[in-house]
T-cell receptor, first 115, second 116 residues
């Protein structure tokens, strides 16, 4: 069965420091991968998605970037964190199917606090 | 642009009662999918149920059913015989089923609290 791993679970970083959040998927090949951010008490906002190695689509201009160095690995990065980068970050995966459901399955999330 | 509206910020329901969580959507596309996710206090988003815009029958998954009214653009989640473990945030989401479109648009969520 497929599983998704996301780490770390919580992170406290000072303003101006770099960031690297990692997400890996097991049990499937060539998944679509996503990074979302959830502000406190809000819905999810799609940040990046990837349909293949090295293919990254950005949804919202921001201080963050994403990379996909391997088929089942998705990394969210920042060179210099801002206070506004605080939030709950969720990674998700899906696979294309002819039924069109493309259900997205989520990791456990990373709670980032920028101080 | 598509939009999801969940008008109930919070709901309190007695254990074992049925509960309906409201969701309306706005899109001019004919082909789309609707999703419900549950987010417990741990934070993980758990997929519950899916409804395609061309599906003629309402989707059901165990105690979850989706009351899909296409003309009214509503996709309400019904939970039968609620349990204490159902206390969580619930999010409605939509995805346009156009080629290459991977974006899920989420509503702001409803916090459901089950009272013993």
């Amino acid at each position: 069965s497929q599983t998704i791993h996301q780490w770390p679970a919580t992170l406290v970083q000072p303003v101006g420091s770099p960031l690297s959040l990692e997400c890996t998927v097991e049990g499937t090949s060539n998944p679509n991968l996503y990074w979302y951010r959830q502000a406190a008490g809000r819905g999810l906002q799609l940040l990046f998605y990837s349909v293949g190695i090295g293919q990254i689509s950005s949804e919202v201009p921001q201080n963050l970037s994403a990379s996909r160095p391997q088929d089942r690995q998705f990394i969210l990065s920042s060179k210099k964190l801002l206070l506004s980068d605080s939030g709950f970050y969720l990674c998700a995966w899906s696979v294309d199917n002819r039924g069109g459901k493309n259900i997205q399955y989520f990791g456990a999330g990373t709670r980032l606090s920028v101080l | 642009a598509q939009k999801i509206t969940q008008t109930q910020p919070g709901m309190f329901v007695q254990e074992k009662e049925a509960v309906t969580l409201d969701c309306t959507y706005d899109t001019s596309d004919q082909s789309y999918g609707l999703f419900w996710y549950k987010q417990p206090s741990s934070g993980e988003m758990i997929f519950l149920i899916y409804q395609g815009s061309y599906d003629e029958q309402n989707a059901t998954e165990g105690r979850y059913s989706l009351n899909f009214q296409k003309a009214r653009k509503s996709a309400n989640l019904v939970i039968s015989a609620s349990q204490l473990g159902d206390s969580a945030m619930y999010f409605c989401a939509m995805r346009l089923r156009s080629f290459g479109n991977e974006k899920l648009t989420f509503g702001t969520g409803t916090r459901l609290t089950i009272i013993p």
